[in-house]
């Protein structure tokens, strides 16, 4: 309901800003690898480091167990930025805010009510509280969940909901429902990631596949996988949605939707030259 403008300082050079208290991620998670060649300069001995992405974080395993086999290599291969900054200083900022670059320096958000969750990798890591205070006072409306794998589970049901299938489409989240055939993908999707969330433990998120995909729950705005198809932006194919099929077949879950969307999208975004082949 507003517009206002922001004069922001900015470098390329991480150098050239020097260690700071918080460095907060908002690049797309296919950038990760170039988050760990350059965030060194950044950091010092506290920083702790906020990763405002989508999907499965790539610190997801430190320091948990779910009873069944899992891994996450694909997240952070080689470990390199397990490497660059210390999981137990990571930490996860989970964004409710769907917005859209219309051109360069100009961001349209298309809710009132955008909000945010922050949790860490590990347990006891202090600077949560700290740093939702922080961004906080600086006008975001940051909660800190009580279990944030839970959490983040719930936000990847959601995404799941749309994105794929916006991006192979080309419809807006808003218009998937309005076909009842790919309402049910949409729905499908949502029960399969949840079968998996729940072989991890988390099999209470308050996600109602119906509620999801119901007219009122969808807006006419391009969730950010459509975007980076339209834009020609590397695909965040492995971290929302191969990292759940590793997941479901280390943990003998079925999920037949999920492997059929992954498999189309996998071919979309590779002819696109969006996804490494391989």
């Not at 589970?153 to 309005?178: E, H, R």
């Amino acid at each position: 309901d507003e517009t206002f403008t922001v004069p922001l300082e900015a470098s390329d050079d991480p150098a050239a800003i020097g260690p700071v208290d918080l460095v907060v991620v908002s690049l797309k998670t296919t950038a990760n690898p170039a988050v760990a060649r350059g965030i060194g300069p950044l950091l010092h001995d506290r920083t702790a480091v906020a990763f405002a992405q989508n999907g499965v974080f790539w610190f997801y395993g430190a320091g948990f167990d779910p009873g069944v086999p899992f891994a996450t290599g694909r997240l952070d291969p080689e470990g390199r930025l397990a490497a660059a900054v210390p999981p137990e200083r990571a930490m996860g900022l989970i964004i409710y805010s769907p917005n859209e670059v219309t051109e360069p320096g100009r961001v349209v958000c298309s809710t009132g009510r955008s909000y945010f969750q922050l949790g860490a990798a590990t347990a006891g890591n202090r600077q949560v509280d700290a740093m939702a205070a922080a961004l906080g006072g600086a006008g975001l409306d940051v909660r800190t969940p009580p279990d944030f794998r839970a959490a983040m589970w719930a936000k990847l049901l959601v995404n799941l909901s749309s994105a794929p299938m916006s991006a192979l489409t080309g419809s807006d989240a808003a218009g998937l429902i309005l076909e009842p055939g790919l309402k049910e993908v949409c729905r499908q999707m949502v029960l399969d990631a949840a079968a998996v969330a729940a072989a991890h433990g988390f099999d209470d998120l308050g996600i109602d596949p119906e509620a999801l995909v119901a007219p009122a729950s969808r807006g006419p705005f391009k969730p950010s996988m459509l975007q980076d198809l339209e834009r020609g932006r590397p695909m965040e194919v492995d971290s929302m949605l191969a990292i759940v099929q590793d997941f479901a077949r280390a943990a003998g879950v079925a999920t037949p939707t999920l492997d059929t969307v992954l498999a189309l999208l996998t071919l979309l975004a590779r002819s696109r030259g969006l996804y490494p082949a391989g």
